[in-house]
């Protein structure tokens, strides 16, 4: 495979694509909530609130910790398996898809939203795809290792 490696690929990889294509399955997991109609997770609207302003600051201390680890600048160019990518190899993705959008959904108070964040996973395995086969690469064997030890959006366990 021939490879055209970007300074954008490089920076923000499968973001973009993954923003648009969440976004769009959002709207339609909306749009499929309403004409169905199901009743709420909650009613409780204080509950609901301080799980989404939680996930929310959770969300935000994972993507600080994200640029921290890696600023903008480096990406593409070193190689960084620690802060955040000491856990996993995605910390921005994995913020908004394993937080964030679950603090959302439950405070959308809708069973079809919970779903929508749990299909989200699949969809954002299959993007990443060729944005890990960029880092094997670029960065080889230390890439193929740090696979191995390290999840994609949740840590390893063992």
């Known amino acids: 495979m021939e490879w055209n490696i ?5 920076i923000f990889g499968s ?21 169905i109609g199901l009743p709420p997770l909650s009613d409780n609207q204080t509950l609901l609130n ?10 935000l201390v994972i993507v600080i910790w ?12 070193r190689l960084v398996t620690s802060g955040a990518f000491r856990y996993v190899r995605h910390p ?24 929508w964040a749990i299909l989200l996973h699949p969809v954002w395995h299959y993007l990443v795809r060729d944005e890990e086969e960029m880092m094997v690469h670029i960065f ?3 890439y193929e290792k740090y696979q191995e030890k390290t999840g994609r959006f949740f840590p390893r366990l063992l």
């Open 15 to 35: 973001g973009p694509t993954g923003f648009l294509i969440s976004v769009i399955l959002l709207i339609i997991a909306l749009w499929i909530d309403r004409q």
């Open 50 to 59: 301080a799980i989404f302003i939680v996930a929310s600051l959770m969300t």
């Open 140 to 142: 080889g064997k230390d």
């Open 92 to 115: 921005l993705y994995a913020a908004f898809l394993s937080v964030f959008n679950f603090g959302l959904a439950i405070y959308l108070k809708s069973y079809i939203m919970v779903l």
């Open 6 to 10: 970007t300074t954008f690929k490089k």
């Open 66 to 77: 994200s640029f921290v680890s890696l600023p903008a600048a480096d990406r593409g160019k």
